[in-house]
Structures are given as structure tokens and as C-alpha cells.
């Protein structure tokens, strides 16, 4: 996130903590800040972050040597009573404070993308219904295979049992011999 200076409602108020409340590497309204222990500036915890392994001169902004980077103790108190137009536009004044759920969560502006979001997601559950649908219709078609398979073989096994299966068969069949009564497949 980076908070515009220049979203900043009452600009008069704003001039006279300004000098510690912009961000000396991405000149926006510090987020999560740190201070530097020697020059006592403060910028977002990010952007040092980013700083030092970009730069790996252990330097701060400043130029101060082998810097260490704390949190700083008055920071909320300063920024606290600052409120921020939206940078979607809608017409509510955001306090410092709140600006993130604003923009994550409470946005009058978050609407439109929930509807997007709403048909893309739509859009996917259509697909994956699709594919459901064609997977249905694969198993049942193979149900329906096995089961006729089945009932093939059931009906082989009744005709074995019942002593057709020879009769029926293609194969030519011969009794060998009436006495015995054994059969013989050629
Ligand atoms: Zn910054
Ligand atoms: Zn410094
Ligand atoms: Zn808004």
C-alpha cells in the first residue's frame, strides 16, 4: 500500500508534521514506521527493508553510518487525527488509522470489484459444472456397460447351470457316445 500525501484533507494541519510524517525513499505517508537511532527520520518499515538489500552500504537515507532501525515511540499519536480522501473516490474521509480496512474491506468502491469478482467466480463454478456434468455422463455410460457385461455373464452362468450353453454355443458340439453322456468341443 502507499498512502498519497496529497489525498490528505486538511493540508494547512498537515504542513507541520509533514517533515516526519513523509517517507524519505517512497515519499508517501509512512506505513509501519522505523526510525533511525542517529538521525532520528522515520520511513516505512518496508521501504528499509528494501533499502538495505538494495544499497548493502549500512548506510540510512541520511547517510548515517551502521544505522539501527526501531519503531518509534510518538509515531501513532502523530498521525492519528490525519484523514485521507479516498483514493477510489468515494466521498467518505478515512483516518490514518482505518485506511487500510477502507481500502481492503469497508470501500463504498469495493462494490464493483465484488460484482467482478462475483461473475469470475461464477464464470469458474460454470466450467467446473461443465466438466461435472461430462464426467456424470461417462460414468453412468459406464455403468451401464458393465451392468449389460453383467448381465451377459449371469445369463451364461443360468444357461451353464441349466445345461444350454452347449446347445446355444457356436462351437459344434458332439456327444461322444450316448452311454457315457460326456460332451465333446471340436
Ligand atoms: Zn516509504
Ligand atoms: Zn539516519
Ligand atoms: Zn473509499
Redesign the pocket.
Known amino acids: 500500500m502507499y498512502i498519497d500525501p496529497n489525498l490528505v484533507v486538511d493540508k494547512e494541519s498537515f504542513k507541520l508534521i509533514e517533515v516526519n510524517a513523509i517517507c524519505a525513499i517512497c515519499k508517501g505517508v509512512i506505513i509501519s514506521p522505523v526510525q533511525c537511532m542517529n538521525c532520528k527520520k522515520l520511513f516505512c518499515e518496508k521501504c528499509i527493508s528494501t533499502w538495505k538489500k538494495t544499497k548493502k552500504n549500512n548506510q540510512c537515507p541520511f547517510k548515517c553510518k551502521n544505522p539501527t532501525f526501531k519503531p518509534p515511540r510518538m509515531f501513532k499519536n502523530l498521525l492519528e487525527k490525519v484523514k485521507f480522501k ?1 483514493e ?3 466521498d ?1 474521509e ?1 483516518p490514518y488509522g482505518d485506511l487500510e480496512q ?2 481492503n474491506e469497508t ?3 469495493l462494490v464493483i470489484d465484488f460484482k467482478a469478482k462475483y461473475f469470475e467466480y461464477k464464470k469458474k463454478y460454470q466450467i467446473l459444472e461443465e466438466k461435472f456434468k461430462n464426467y456424470k455422463r461417462d460414468i453412468e455410460k459406464k455403468i451401464i456397460e458393465e451392468k449389460q457385461k453383467y448381465e451377459k455373464l449371469n445369463q451364461e452362468f443360468i444357461n451353464l447351470k441349466n445345461g444350454k450353453l452347449f446347445e446355444e454355443s457356436p462351437l459344434r458340439i458332439f456327444k461322444v457316445g450316448p452311454p457315457t453322456g460326456r460332451y465333446c468341443l471340436l
Open positions: 479516498c477510489k473516490g468515494c467518505q478515512i477502507h481500502y470501500c463504498p468502491k
